[in-house]
Nanobody
Framework: QVQVVESGGGLVQAGGSLRLSCAAS????????MAWFRQAPGKEREFVAGVRWNPSRTNYADSVKGRFTISRDNAKNTAYLQMYSVKPDDTAVYYC?????????????????WGQGTQVTVSS
């Protein structure tokens, strides 16, 4: 099994920045893809950013492209989401997900392990 734990959420003003961390433990050698999803109140969970085993292979939702950066440190089994120029619309619970597929993409069904989520609130 794999356990995933997020950290780094909190309250930030619009235009500010925040970095989320996602630590995986357990049988981490089976994890190839990692991603961040988010869910705002009353909305469905949506893909934010993903990264393959090769940290240079990333993809982003259009809504965060150019503002958020996903990265991973395979030696530490950790992924990060650096958020810049945040907006009130970025307010949500952010979930980290880990998957066994080499290319999991933006489909949440391709991810096998999920964290409990961390709240990000952006004030205007």
């Amino acid at each position: 099994q794999v356990q995933v734990v997020e950290s780094g959420g909190g309250l930030v003003q619009a235009g500010g920045s925040l970095r989320l961390s996602c630590a995986a433990s357990g049988r981490t050698f089976i994890i190839y893809s990692m991603a961040w999803f988010r869910q705002a109140p009353g909305k469905e969970r949506e893909f934010v950013a993903g990264v393959r085993w090769n940290p240079s292979r990333t993809n982003y939702a259009d809504s965060v492209k150019g503002r958020f950066t996903i990265s991973r440190d395979n030696a530490k089994n950790t992924a990060y989401l650096q958020m810049y120029s945040v907006k009130p619309d970025d307010t949500a619970v952010y979930y980290c997900a880990a998957g066994r597929l080499r290319v999991a993409g933006s489909d949440s069904r391709n991810y096998d392990y999920w964290g409990q989520g961390t709240q990000v609130t952006v004030s205007s």
